[in-house]
């Protein structure tokens, strides 16, 4: 009985935790969408520069640690004369880390698209714009919604990371409960049971997206009724 | 060899001169020289690998040329000689020029996430910037047009492929085009529907559309074109009068590629 009233008492600093963990995780995950999306384009422009740069910030942020780069921008950023808040290094980090992944998934969702689409889409006189815009993107969306709601889940984990840079996320609320009591076992535990039951209803939309869009995924490509 | 032509002769509004192509060290168009009229109906026939799609690319610029000047309504396009210096048409030139050329094509291409009308508006409305409610209304005449009106909202997977090509052409005419380009648009078709999409091109032609078709379909070539051209080994080897090409080819190559042909079109008629 007593455990259990502790436990409660434990509950509201995490709940907190908590908060800023969703916070964090959603606002990364819309910008690393976008940032994601911009960068996966400049994978296939005409102008070799823009891609080059591109290619090079895909690599760069894929082949360094999410820890690595939030060190970086929250404890190297400083002697630039950039400083910025937990929560906005936690936000940043993730969304560069994120978004270098998300781009190679728009990527290769366009490249995807079959060439006759975009042979068709020119023969009316569309640009290369204007056919991107309302031909490709619309049809590449589709195919990489799955992978992209995934990264939802994944970067709800990962954000945890964040917690090394001082921001009061879920994990970090855990360790400063943990250290004060020594109650670690109850903690953490608490720590793990409250991560998943947020995870868990998110991995289970995720497949009840892409099972809708399945089914719906016959609307395109498939063999004619 | 020059064949008189007494088939409609308006102004010539598209030729290729001098006009040669390759893809490393193949050579798929050598040297073509070919000229289309505004109101002609010009089929080219040829085996595969002859270039006679490779040709038909080339008129809106979906494949770039290496030599010679390809001129549409007079003017020089694309990539051309101007005071001995090489000059290269702008995307926007291009692009206009490309809203002028309808093109249809043998695997159809419709946009899957749009409906049959959704296909046809979208340029339209956003290259031409027409107002939606007047492309829609010609949307649905065309749609009438191809025999499709029920089809108005059905998405490209609930239609045939005889259905699909006839909203793709739909497509190319909802842009008014000068000229229409059709590419084998008849060869992914089961034979069944083969006719339903013939009816369609040869209504158009009837109507005096400006055409050049790539097809295997000699009948439709005999019965329709103003004029027919052989192309082989990326060479125009002979063009002419259906009637004069068909009967009396002048070329061995033509000759021999005819009687394959046609034989085996008979069989096929036979069967029907």
Redesign the interface.
Same mark, same amino acid.
């Given at each position: 009985m007593f455990i259990l009233r502790e436990m409660i008492s434990f509950l509201p600093p995490l709940l907190e935790g908590a908060w800023i963990t969703i916070m964090v995780s959603v606002v990364a995950y819309v910008l690393a969408l976008a940032v994601g999306l911009m960068f996966g384009l400049a994978r296939l422009s005409q102008f070799w520069p823009v891609r080059w740069a591109a290619a090079a910030y895909v690599q760069f942020f894929r082949g360094t640690p999410l820890l690595l780069q939030l060190f970086f921008i929250y404890y190297v950023l400083p002697y630039g004369g950039i400083v910025l808040t937990p929560f906005a290094s936690g936000v940043m980090g993730l969304t560069i880390n994120y978004s270098a992944y998300m781009a190679e998934v728009f990527r290769s969702g366009i490249q995807a698209i079959?060439r +006759?689409?975009w =042979?068709?889409?020119?023969? *009316?006189?569309? %640009?290369?714009r *204007?056919l991107m815009r309302?031909?490709i993107l &619309?049809?590449a969306i589709?195919i990489v919604i799955p992978a992209l709601g995934n990264f939802f889940v994944s970067i709800f984990k990962d954000s945890a990371l964040v917690s090394v840079i001082t921001m009061r996320d879920l994990m970090f609320s855990g360790e400063l409960l943990a250290s004060a009591t020594f109650k670690h076992f109850e903690i953490f535990t608490m720590v793990a049971v409250i991560y998943f039951v947020i995870s868990y209803p998110m991995a289970k939309l995720m497949e009840y997206v892409e099972a809708r869009l399945d089914t719906s995924r016959?609307?395109? +490509? /498939?063999?004619?009724? | 060899m020059e064949v008189e032509i007494s088939a409609p002769s308006g102004p010539p509004i598209l030729k290729f001169e001098g006009v040669s192509k390759s893809y490393g060290p193949l050579k798929v168009l050598r040297d073509v020289t070919l000229e289309i009229r505004t109101g002609e109906v010009v089929c080219i026939i040829g085996p595969s690998g002859a270039g006679k799609s490779t040709l038909l690319a080339c008129v809106?610029h *979906?494949e770039s040329i290496d030599a010679g000047t390809i001129y549409f309504e007079g003017q020089p396009v694309y990539r051309y000689l101007r005071n001995g210096r090489v000059v290269s048409d702008p $995307?926007?030139r291009i $692009?206009?020029?490309?809203? $002028?050329?309808?093109?249809v094509?043998q %695997?159809f291409?419709?946009? &899957? @996430?749009l409906t049959a009308l959704g296909n046809i508006i979208?340029?339209p409305i @956003? =290259?031409r910037r027409e107002p939606p409610k007047a492309a829609r209304e010609r949307g649905l005449a065309l749609l009438g047009k191809v025999g499709l009106s029920d089809k108005t909202d059905a998405? &490209? @997977?609930?239609?045939? /492929?005889g259905q699909?090509q006839r909203v793709?052409i739909a497509?190319?005419l909802a842009?008014q085009p000068k000229l229409m380009l059709f590419d084998e648009a008849t060869s992914a078709l089961d034979p069944e529907l083969v006719g339903e999409v013939l009816r369609v091109m040869r209504e158009l032609a009837g109507e005096g559309m400006t055409m050049v078709v790539v097809t295997h379909e000699m009948d439709f070539a005999r019965d329709v074109a103003d004029r027919v051209v052989f192309m082989a080994d990326g060479m125009v080897v002979e063009e002419g009068l259906p009637e004069i090409l068909f009967s009396k080819p002048g070329n061995p190559r033509t000759r021999q590629f005819l009687q394959t042909v046609l034989n085996r079109n008979g069989r096929s008629e036979a069967q029907n």
């Open positions: 079959p +006759g689409q =042979v068709a889409a020119r023969s *009316l006189g569309m %640009s290369r *204007l309302r031909i &619309p049809q589709r016959s609307r395109f +490509g /498939g063999k004619p009724a | 809106n *979906l $995307e926007r $692009e206009q020029i490309r809203a $002028e050329i309808g093109m094509f %695997s291409n419709l946009f &899957p @996430h979208e340029a @956003h =290259v998405y &490209p @997977h609930q239609l045939s /492929g699909q793709a497509r190319a842009m």
